[in-house]
């Protein structure tokens, strides 16, 4: 069964960074695009940034510029690089993968990892 596991997350003060890790385990034949997504209480789960297996990136404007994501392929994991956080970045991120496995090509998700910026 495939599984992605998120790591990296915590209390950060505004200004500072984060690095989050999600790692990919299992019986899966190819990893397709992967992506970080976040729910803030009270507010519908959104899409952080993406990439392609081939690098390709997309991100969410309130996070252009300060956060990357980025891949190795070899080891089947994605990293979301956040700097200058802000307070508003608070939320649970959740790491995505869209990938073939025994089961066929689905959507799989992380459990999630909270992430919090506060003084």
């Known amino acids: 069964q495939v599984q992605l596991v998120e790591s990296g997350g915590g209390l950060v003060q505004p200004g500072g960074s984060l690095r989050l890790s999600c790692a990919v385990s299992?019986?899966?034949?190819?990893?397709?695009?992967m992506g970080w997504y976040r729910q803030a209480p009270g507010k519908q789960r959104e899409l952080v940034a993406s990439?392609?297996?081939?690098?390709?990136?997309n991100y969410a404007d309130s996070v252009k510029g300060r956060f990357t994501i980025s891949r190795v392929n070899a080891k089947d994991t994605a990293y979301l690089q956040m700097n200058s956080l802000k307070p508003e970045d608070t939320a649970v991120y959740y790491c995505?993968?869209?990938?073939?496995?025994?089961?066929?090509?689905?959507?799989?998700w992380g459990q999630g990892t909270q992430v919090t910026v506060s003084s």
């Open positions: 990439i392609t297996r081939s690098g390709s990136t």
């Open positions: 995505n993968g869209d990938i073939w496995s025994l089961t066929g090509r689905k959507d799989y």
């Open positions: 299992g019986n899966r034949f190819y990893i397709y695009d």
